[in-house]
């Protein structure tokens, strides 16, 4: 499988990527916390480890290491504003419940 991004998510991408220097895409991933288990976490992938898998997605670079790949396999990445927020949206198929708040989800 893979891990995709919608057009706007990518625009987003983007958009942030060309004001860094020595990035070579977006880390998405996972860490331990909130009331259902996991939160997705998104950063600059500043380099690319041995054990990362790299997915291309409209023209956007996706890191992600073999530890968190069986959380995130087949995740498409959005992009939404909403009044006053935005952010990245994920539709995860591997989602088996997710936490009242939106910020925790189990697998």
């Not at 409209?58 to 909403?82: H, Q, R």
């Amino acid at each position: 499988m893979a891990i995709t991004l919608t057009e706007k998510a990518a625009d987003r991408a983007r958009a942030y990527l060309a004001k860094q220097e020595k990035v070579e895409g977006l880390r998405l991933g996972v860490r331990n916390t909130g009331c259902s288990g996991y939160m997705y976490v998104v950063q600059l992938a500043e380099r690319i480890d041995p054990d990362d898998q790299i997915f291309e997605s409209k023209g956007v670079k996706v890191v992600v290491s073999a530890k968190n790949l069986p959380y995130l396999d087949g995740m498409e990445v959005d992009y939404a504003k909403s009044g006053l927020n935005e952010g990245f949206r994920f539709n995860n198929p591997n989602v088996k419940d997710a936490c009242g708040c939106g910020e925790s989800f189990s697998v």
